[in-house]
């Protein structure tokens, strides 16, 4: 073995790499569904897992070969072993698996130079994929079996320098998943990292009844890249059927046999985890639920992953690079580094403002699972394009318009790539929009928004309703943050009233004080951000009926956002309070004039009855930087000179607090 300090010096200087690379897509790709080619990988810029020692770079010696299967199907792989004299135990042992539709040439040279800083590496092709026979099977439980085979393969390799008791296994997306299930059958290796890979991936693709265009890019492959199995074969004629009966043969097989959340108890395997919010493949919900049922040493991360689509952070790359490093020190060179000394659970939360077209991030941890480190915060929809924490009416609704004309097909809008003037001839997009008030403190919100929708419909074969959240700053600057996404295919009585409750899609991000939140109902779910991954694509395939949908406004219709605790009193979380609607008192608090001011300003106000009144001026963080009234006063009209000569330009906010009533504005001082 070699010296401690020798580690300690390789960390300063070599990164590990980031699983992105390794994954089906990366998140600047462009491909349409013509092609069925995934996106071209970085080969050039990966950074290396530290190094087994400090001596000049070894000459690595690779090997083609092949492993036969249980059912006589030949595996493609290759192998690059260092030309040195191997070390007792033999050589730390990578096995590196490719994301769907590649092959073994995808990880080829990132082997070989891994293998060059003293590893014994591995990758292969998937059975289906690249030379390998076969046929897949869509990343089940065949593909599964395949790799335990194929670690037995490298176990048993030690004339050639494999260390059996030091395998890690890495990949993303199918290169994660694979060896994530594997670990919960009994694969015989020191640990694994897995990228974007929720143990229930299958559900995901289809959730909530609605299918992900991802999912049809991934079975729509021509055979020089995927050959599937009849079964799969099948699976894209049953989403371009669109009907009940497909649906249905969809809802059976997409899971079977590759969901395997039930399995992750029976995992032996040390696991790093990492997922992407903003995964155009999967859920990341879905990998936190894995999370929480690992009985395993484990860490994890979810944030800032370029994986599926996810925007890029230079400081979350940093941090990765300790990260991972640690993590490999740890298990595969027995360094006591206290890798499992940290919180289980790192995660990054998207905010404002933009840089390079990506959110920034703000990395944070958590003792216990995500799921408890919020309370829900009930958005409800209300006329007037308004979010409020009180429900409207019992009869208040609102229509959303999924106008289609001229027979359109799914076939044709696929074709099209949801965009040219045939198609936006016989399909219109058609959303409504609702807003909360201002918040007024930086509100973190962080697991999983849900929804509860009251809705009916002329419709009498499915009805789909999907949400988008935004930001939208005190300028008017917006941006997508998440989404969620329901159709009703049971749906077969026309204007039949029914209630659904369904989750979105997992996310963590900061409202900006001042900001307010904006959701869109939408029947057609594409996002200006969405571009870059999707292109003109939508994030699952629209329902191509001509009908009228109903949503109601009441107290069936709501939000649940996941508020972080610590981020404020959920009940004063906006700077306007709902809650004066239904004040019996006729409260008043008036804008202050002038405004904007320099440096003076008056600001007006009327208590119903004698009460303590507060009136406190507030900063755009929320900073409290001056009390204006803190007494006791007599029902009726006052008012109260603010003078801000001491404070900067920008924006504030003033509050007024009694016994009955609550209120605040906004106020802009410009020096």
């Known amino acids: 073995m070699f010296a401690m300090n020798s580690l300690r010096r390789n960390r300063q200087i070599l990164g590990s790499i980031f699983l992105f690379v390794l994954i089906l897509l990366s998140s600047n790709s462009l491909y349409s569904q013509y092609s069925k080619v995934p996106g071209s990988f970085d080969k050039t810029n990966f950074q290396l897992l530290p190094a087994y020692r400090d001596a000049a770079l070894l000459t690595a010696t690779r090997t083609d070969f092949t492993v036969t299967m249980r059912d006589g199907v030949k595996i493609d792989c290759l192998k690059f072993v260092p030309y040195a004299a191997v070390p007792v135990g033999g050589w730390p042992t990578v096995i590196m698996v490719h994301g769907y539709g590649d092959n073994k040439e995808t990880l080829a040279k990132f082997c070989e130079a891994q293998a060059q800083y003293g590893y014994y590496t591995m990758t292969f092709s998937v059975r289906g994929q690249g030379n390998s026979g076969g046929l897949s099977n869509l990343i089940s439980k065949v593909e599964m079996l395949d790799l335990l085979e194929l670690i037995d393969y490298v176990r048993a390799d030690t004339a050639d320098g494999s260390g059996p008791n030091k395998i890690l296994i890495m990949g993303g997306s199918q290169g994660g998943i694979l060896p994530y299930r594997a670990a919960c059958n009994g694969a015989p290796v020191k640990t694994i990292i897995t990228s974007v890979a929720p143990p229930n991936f299958g559900s995901s693709w289809i959730e909530n009844g609605s299918i992900k265009m991802t999912f049809l890019w991934t079975i729509e492959y021509t055979p020089d890249t995927a050959r599937y199995t009849p079964l799969v074969d099948r699976m894209s004629d049953w989403v371009y059927a ?64 370029q994986g599926h689509g996810g925007d890029h952070s230079d400081a979350e790359d940093i941090w990765h690079m300790n990260w991972f490093n640690d993590w490999f020190f740890y298990w595969l060179f027995d360094m006591q580094n206290g890798a499992l000394d940290h919180p289980k659970y790192q995660y990054a939360s998207s905010k404002f403002p933009i840089v390079n077209n990506y959110w920034s991030f703000v990395h944070d941890s958590s003792e216990v699972p995500l799921s408890e480190v919020s309370t829900n915060l009930r958005l409800y929809f209300n006329k007037n394009s308004k979010l409020k924490t009180t429900a409207g009416g019992n009869s208040d609704k609102i229509n959303l318009v999924n106008y289609v004309s001229g027979g359109l097909t799914m076939q044709q809008a696929v074709d099209a790539e949801f965009t040219g003037a045939n198609f936006n001839n016989k399909f ?133 956002l996941p508020v972080v605790r610590s981020t404020g009193n959920l009940s004063t979380t906006f700077i306007k309070d709902d809650n004066e609607n239904n004040n019996p008192y006729s409260f008043e608090l008036k804008q202050n004039y002038p405004n904007p001011f320099n440096p003076v300003t008056t600001i007006e106000y009327t208590i119903a009855q004698s009460n303590k009144v507060e009136i406190k001026v507030y900063d755009i963080l929320g900073k409290e930087v001056k009390t204006l009234v803190n007494e006791f006063l007599e029902a009726g009209a006052h008012k109260v000179v603010f003078n801000a000569s001491e404070l900067s330009s920008g924006v504030y906010f003033y509050k007024i607090s009694s016994a009955n009533f609550n209120d605040v504005k906004r106020m802009v001082l410009v020096k």
Not at 270 to 281: A, H, I, R, T, Y
């Open 428 to 560: 219109r997009k058609a959303k409504l929009t609702f807003d909360t008030e201002p918040f007024m403190v930086n509100t973190e919100f962080t697991g999983v928004p849900k929804f509860n929708v009251q809705y009916q419909s002329n419709s009498n074969t499915f009805v789909q309703i999907n949400y988008q959240l935004y930001e939208i700053m005190p300028n008017g600057t917006s941006r997508f943050i998440t989404r969620a996404n329901y159709t009703d295919r049971n749906y077969t009585i026309k204007n039949v009233k029914k209630t659904a409750n369904f989750k979105g899609q997992g996310h963590s991000h900061i409202i900006s004080a001042g900001s307010k939140l904006r959701v869109v109902i939408t029947n057609l779910d594409t996002a200006p951000t969405d571009t870059v991954f999707m292109t003109t694509n939508p994030f699952v395939l629209p329902i191509l009926a001509n009908s009228t949908h109903a949503v109601y406004l009441n107290s069936q219709s709501y939000l649940e």
């Open 242 to 305: 669109n009907t009940k009966e497909k649906w249905d043969s969809l809802a059976y097989w997409v899971p079977k046999d590759r969901d395997f959340l039930n399995e992750i108890p029976n995992c032996s395997v040390p696991m790093l985890v990492e997922g992407s919010w903003q995964d155009k493949f999967f859920n990341s919900a879905d990998i936190m639920e894995g999370i929480n049922s690992l009985t395993v040493p484990y860490s994890s991360y979810i944030g800032a992953v």
